[in-house]
């Protein structure tokens, strides 16, 4: 049985994982990112891999720690719009920026996921992303200022989260909803499928 270690302290990760059934243990990665790509879809892909490595390196540093059949997963997502990645808001006015572009138009969401599979003493990579368009109703400027105030957005990419308030003005979907709140699992399981692997058990 592959022991699962999820490189994420995102609760909305945690919920998902656990909604399709996989059994898995949390240890957030810890370490300073490098992007070399400007591409939505390399980037998230970059992203995955070194919090997938940061987790695992500490894994490595553990007594005791037994890493055989360990799969350890990294996720990384981002809200793009006309090719330009939209991170997380640096504050309130930002958000607000933000949701005043989006409003109106489709922009779209990338996750990139890591797999690193413990074989023969030595780490196996997997990764992958995920892309998923999403499409906004027009939104007023006291509707977005209303959200942003209740903090919601803050710790978000793109300023939004699309499964609470925000999710009132979304116009359509085109691909994985799982993978705008932060995680492709059906991808993933799919993925570990073609790779040999049940992650559900």
């Known amino acids: 049985m592959k022991k699962i270690v999820l490189a994420s302290a995102s609760p909305r990760r945690r919920e998902l994982l656990s909604q399709v059934g996989v059994v898995f243990e949390v240890k957030p990665a810890s370490g300073e990112e490098r992007i070399t790509s400007a591409e939505p879809a ?12 940061f987790t695992a390196y500490a894994l490595e540093e553990e007594e005791n720690r037994d890493l055989r059949d360990v799969v350890v997963i990294g996720a990384d997502t981002v809200v793009s719009y006309e ?3 939209l991170g997380k808001p640096a504050d309130e006015t930002a958000a607000i920026e933000m949701l005043a572009m989006l409003q109106g138009n489709t922009h779209q969401v990338y996750t990139g996921v890591t ?9 196996k990579v997997h990764t992958f992303h995920e892309c998923t368009d999403v499409s906004f109703y027009p939104v007023t400027e006291e509707e977005i200022k209303e959200y942003v105030n209740s903090k919601d957005p803050m710790d978000k990419a793109g300023s939004y989260g699309i499964q609470g308030a925000w999710g009132a003005y979304v116009k359509g979907i085109r691909g994985d909803y799982n993978n705008v709140v932060g995680l492709p699992v059906a991808r993933l ?12 058990g």
């Open 115 to 123: 797999l690193l599979i413990r074989e023969k003493g030595r780490w």
């Open 189 to 200: 399981i799919y993925e570990t499928k073609k790779l040999g692997m049940n992650l559900r």
């Open 42 to 53: 390399k980037v998230v892909e970059e992203l995955s891999r070194q919090k997938a490595m």
């Open 83 to 85: 090719g330009k990645i």
